[in-house]
């Protein structure tokens, strides 16, 4: 989301329009390449809007709560406790346990260890290269 990674979008919009196209054929990959560069402009959007969602912290607070209450229920209402009960309960709240690590997680999408990749990005830019390459 840098102004830099802007200005090669910018430049690669600016190389397109620059191309001939006096053949049909060089047309149609202009045309093609106008509509891949639409779709990173529409991507990006995309991606810095999800930069900055979260969950409300109200709602994160409540989902905690949830959890804990969903394990504690049984022992509140008095169900006895048993070996297999236990392990059951136990299983049950590393599940939720796992739940709330990932809804906390997905909070920040671009960050470690269950970030989203900029691989597609990396590919477009070694492709330009290419492309810049042969001509």
């Not at 989301?1 to 200005?7: D, E, F, I, K, Y």
């Not at 509509?35 to 905690?64: E, G, M």
């Not at 022992?75 to 599940?95: E, K, Q, Y």
């Amino acid at each position: 989301m840098s102004t830099r990674a802007v200005g090669w979008l910018d430049q690669a919009r600016l190389t397109v329009a620059r191309l001939p196209g006096s053949n049909g054929q060089r047309t149609a990959t202009k045309e093609t390449m106008d509509t891949a560069l639409d779709a990173v402009s529409v991507v990006r959007n995309q991606r810095s809007s999800d930069i900055r969602w979260s969950v409300p912290d109200a709602l994160f607070y409540a989902l905690i709560a949830t959890a804990v209450l969903v394990v504690l229920y049984p022992a509140l209402v008095g169900i006895n406790a048993g070996p297999r009960h236990m392990l059951v309960m136990v299983l049950l709240g590393a599940v939720l346990g796992f739940g709330v690590y990932l809804v906390s997680s997905l909070q920040h999408s671009f960050a470690p260890p269950l970030g989203i990749e900029p691989d597609a990005y990396r590919q477009t830019l070694t492709r330009f290269a290419q492309l810049d390459s042969t001509t």
